[in-house]
Nanobody, 128 residues
Framework: QVQLVESGGGLVQPGGSLKLSCAIS????????VAWFRQAPGNEREFVAA????????TYADSVRGRFTISKDIANNALYLQMNSLKPEDTAVYYC?????????????????????WGQGTQVTVSS
């Protein structure tokens, strides 16, 4: 059973930084891609970034490329999202997710249905 627990959210001023963490448990040797998504009130859940669990692939949404960095710590079963130069439009609930079954690569393009397991989310608010 996959369990994902996010932490690190909070209130930050525009231009500030936050680092999100996701503690991952379960059969991690079966994981293919792990990712961050976000959902703002009234909006659909959208892709932020993905990373291969055992390889070197990373992908980002255009809206965060150059500002956010996704990383992993396999030894400690953890996923991270370093967020810099935050903007008010980055305000959302951030979720980590795991894909175990995608061999097409569409998980790295942010296709929501490729992810079977989700955390409960952590709120990020960017406001002065």
């Amino acid at each position: 059973q996959v369990q994902l627990v996010e932490s690190g959210g909070g209130l930050v001023q525009p231009g500030g930084s936050l680092k999100l963490s996701c503690a991952i448990s379960g059969r991690t040797f079966t994981y293919r891609a792990v990712a961050w998504f976000r959902q703002a009130p009234g909006n659909e859940r959208e892709f932020v970034a993905a990373i291969s669990w055992t390889g070197g692939i990373t992908t980002y949404a255009d809206s965060v490329r150059g500002r956010f960095t996704i990383s992993k710590d396999i030894a400690n079963n953890a996923l991270y999202l370093q967020m810099n130069s935050l903007k008010p439009e980055d305000t959302a609930v951030y979720y980590c997710a795991v894909s175990q079954s995608d061999y097409s690569g569409r998980a790295y393009q942010g296709e929501l249905r490729q992810y079977e397991s989700w955390g409960q989310g952590t709120q990020v608010t960017v406001s002065s």
